[in-house]
């Protein structure tokens, strides 16, 4: 984690740290996330004796192409969980601008308080000037998010809940998958949704006490 980005998640939260919780609650939170069939896409590290690293009993077992992976973008805010949509091809500023427009805003206008905040964090394709001009176009503030800073985004405890039931009812294709995904988004009950903006003080301080770095959100 660099310097500037270090300074600018203490920045973000010694600023946010006394904001009220009807500040939080008017949120409107998003991200993507890719679901694979077979587990994570991320590192495994398995502990190994010297000179048996090729062993079976100390290999992970894996299955070819994983199983392949759905891509999905969502949003939730302190009253419930929003919409999730699958992403058919690959996200570009043009993809992500029509589902703010097809999506996002049509749920915002339905759905949040009439003060509304959006946070999406520095992705290029978010931050793009096609994007940008969306948003501005639609009167849509964007809370000014500071970079690699999951820990302080709630959605990502919400993706943790949608993995572990994936990984539990272990899909048999992709078509199951995405169903999987959207039945436990859904299933997420409205005081997870609340407990998780609820967190956002105590986010701020643990970034504040852990001097800027990584917290165990």
Same mark, same amino acid.
């Given at each position: 984690m660099s310097k500037k980005n270090i300074k600018s998640r203490l920045s973000f939260?010694?600023?946010?740290? +006394?904001?009220?919780?009807?500040?939080?609650?008017?949120?409107?939170?998003?991200d993507?996330?890719?679901?694979? /069939?077979?587990?994570?896409?991320?590192?495994?590290?398995?502990? /190994?004796?010297?000179?048996?690293?090729?062993?079976?009993?100390?290999?992970?077992?894996t299955v070819k192409h994983g199983g392949g992976n759905v891509m999905v973008w969502a949003a939730f805010s302190w009253h419930g969980v929003?919409?999730?949509?699958?992403?058919?091809?690959?996200?570009?500023?043009?993809?992500?601008?029509?589902?703010?427009?097809?999506?996002?805003?049509p749920f915002a206008e339905d759905n949040m308080p009439l003060m509304w905040k959006f946070m999406h964090d520095n992705d290029?394709?978010?931050?793009s000037r096609l994007v940008?001009?969306?948003l501005?176009?639609?009167?849509?503030?964007?809370?000014?998010?500071?970079?690699?800073?999951?820990?302080? +985004?709630?959605?990502?405890?919400?993706?943790?809940?949608v993995e572990e039931h994936v990984r539990a009812v272990k899909p048999k294709n992709l078509s199951d998958l995405w169903e999987e995904i959207q039945k436990?988004?859904?299933a997420?009950?409205?005081?997870?949704?609340?407990?998780?903006?609820?967190?956002?003080?105590? /986010?701020c301080t643990a970034v504040i006490q852990n001097k800027g770095f990584p917290t165990k959100y």
């Open positions: 939260s010694k600023e946010h740290l +006394n904001k009220p919780i009807t500040f939080w609650k008017n949120i409107l939170w998003s993507e996330s890719k679901f694979c /069939r077979f587990g994570s896409d991320g590192k495994q590290y398995v502990w /190994r004796p010297p000179n048996l690293e090729h062993h079976p009993k100390y290999t992970l077992k929003g919409p999730i949509h699958k992403i058919i091809t690959k996200m570009d500023q043009h993809i992500y601008k029509n589902i703010l427009t097809s999506i996002m805003i290029p394709k978010h931050t940008k001009s969306c501005e176009e639609n009167n849509i503030t964007v809370l000014k998010w500071p970079a690699q800073s999951p820990d302080l +985004n709630p959605i990502e405890n919400l993706w943790n809940d436990a988004w859904y997420i009950p409205k005081e997870r949704c609340m407990a998780l903006v609820e967190s956002l003080p105590r /986010r």
